[in-house]
């Protein structure tokens, strides 16, 4: 079977667009086309159908998207360990991680881990979470590393807690203060992370019923301590990602402490390829040597 049909069609709905696709995987629009076509011939029914919206999935396709994405993951288990069986360190990870987490954990992680299997390819991927479990889901990473999610159907491990901190101009009256309510922040300039994204301070959001003025967005979080060092807004964010940066920057606790569990998420941990084993079980080495 000829899989990268599948990945692409996995890519187009993903995109919602054929040409988008198409550039993504290194394709002619015309040859998507004409994949997509041979799929189609091959099913012996329409997958896809064109609206004003972009390309869906026909009824038949919805269908068939749960096997399509067990195939493409299976797949990549049976590439991983067959690389494994051949010199028992090759293979392929495909991570996907907070900002935070990639700058502060995985450089020391990494490090050691590609020490101790030089020949296993890393690619990593940084994102919301919305955008790290829809690359899961996907078969499009093998792990994510991110706050709790509300709902994952696959396997999630549990690494540490973390608190969230108000990032506060320095001139800020609520700087004056130990730690913030969460509604001191009602009604202020607020340097946000991208929106509808199901970010971690959307949950405080609504949790809190907070309703701040959304004055900027970015999916930098260096960019967003820079905007609130300059007088822009506030912000929030985990301790984790603002613990080596000082400059012009207020951080205060809430209060009641609010706190996120960071962590592993991944399709099946029982099914993990052996490179992914390797890289988890050094990751909850590194961080337990921290706690000591």
């Avoid at 988890?280 to 921290?290: D, F, N, P």
Wanted: charged residues 25%.
């Amino acid at each position: 079977m000829d899989t990268n049909k599948y990945a692409a069609l996995l890519s187009i709905i993903r995109l919602g667009s054929l040409s988008a696709a198409a550039e993504k995987m290194g394709y002619s629009p015309s040859g998507m086309t004409r994949m997509m076509n041979s799929l189609e011939n091959e099913m012996g029914f329409p997958l896809l159908h064109r609206t004003s919206q972009g390309v869906q999935l026909t009824e038949e396709g919805k269908r068939l998207l749960p096997s399509i994405r067990e195939l493409l993951l299976a797949e990549k288990k049976t590439r991983a360990v067959r690389c494994d069986i051949l010199s028992l360190t090759a293979g392929e990870l495909f991570i996907g991680s907070y900002s935070s987490t990639a700058a502060v954990w995985l450089p020391p992680v990494l490090h050691r881990y590609c020490d101790l299997y030089p020949d296993v390819a890393v690619h990593l991927r940084e994102g919301s979470n919305r955008e790290l479990l829809e690359a899961l889901q996907d078969g499009e990473l093998s792990c994510a590393i991110l706050s709790e999610p509300r709902s994952y159907k696959g396997d999630w491990i549990p690494l540490m807690e973390d608190r969230l901190l108000v990032w506060l101009p320095a001139d800020s009256k609520l700087a004056e203060k130990e730690a913030v309510h969460p509604k001191d922040l009602d009604g202020l300039d607020f340097v946000s992370p991208p929106l509808h994204a199901e970010t971690d301070v959307e949950a405080i959001f609504e949790k809190h019923d907070i309703h701040p003025t959304f004055r900027l967005t970015t999916s930098s979080n260096y960019t967003a301590w820079r905007m609130v060092a300059a007088g822009l807004g506030v912000s929030i964010n985990n301790e984790l990602v603002s613990e080596n940066w000082k400059e012009d920057v207020v951080t205060r606790p809430f209060v009641p402490e609010e706190k996120i569990t960071l962590g592993i998420a991944l399709p099946s941990l029982r099914d993990a390829s052996p490179a992914l084993k390797k890289f988890i079980a050094e990751m909850k080495a590194h961080l337990a040597g921290e706690k000591e």
